[in-house]
């Protein structure tokens, strides 16, 4: 896979799965995952995506500290609906990390390594999203603001020119080095605390 340098400097994250390590699927239950699986999982890189990641990650640093989270042991509240805005691609990384699902995801075993029920919409909750652990009930609330990296002022323009049927390569290329530029900028801006915000 050909993806855009920056990718590699955007720290990996570990979780420990029981279920993983229940099934023999992974040593010591230990997952490692990076912000390229997840431009896999969603089919492209974009601030939302970003956005994702970083509110994910930084939640489970926030609940564990120095500990590995614990895959499938989080709950995740949303204040949206998850079919508005882009609610639904931030749910499908959120689960790609936690597991956590609202009724589809592995129902168990005997009661154990549940992971449907752990995810919600429409909670009234401060921020876009809560992450909770299950175990001990501490819990931070965190929101992503991609308005902190602005656009370039020529990128609309470069998305109806790479739009255009008669569009060149070398259109369609300017307009997703920009895109991608932006994205990379929000992960500096996120290492230097901005764009992110806990309660």
Known sequence: MAYP???DTIPTVILRDPLARFLGAAEDGLIEY???EVVKLTGHSCP???GAWLMTVGALKRLYGDD???RGEVAVRFQKNAAEGVT????GVVTFLTGATEDTGFKGLRGRFVRRGLMSFDQPIDGDIRFERVDTGQAVTVSFDASQ???PSDLMPRLFMAMDKEAT????AAFAAAWQDRVR??????????????A
């Open 5 to 7: 340098a920056f990718f």
């Open 34 to 36: 990076s912000f390229a």
């Open 149 to 151: 990296v602005p656009s």
């Open 169 to 172: 390569q070398e259109q369609k």
């Open 68 to 70: 590995t989270p614990i």
């Open 185 to 198: 900028r929000i992960f500096e801006e996120a290492e230097k605390g901005q764009v992110l915000k806990y």
């Open 88 to 91: 639904g691609v931030i749910a």
């Open 48 to 50: 939302t995506v970003a």
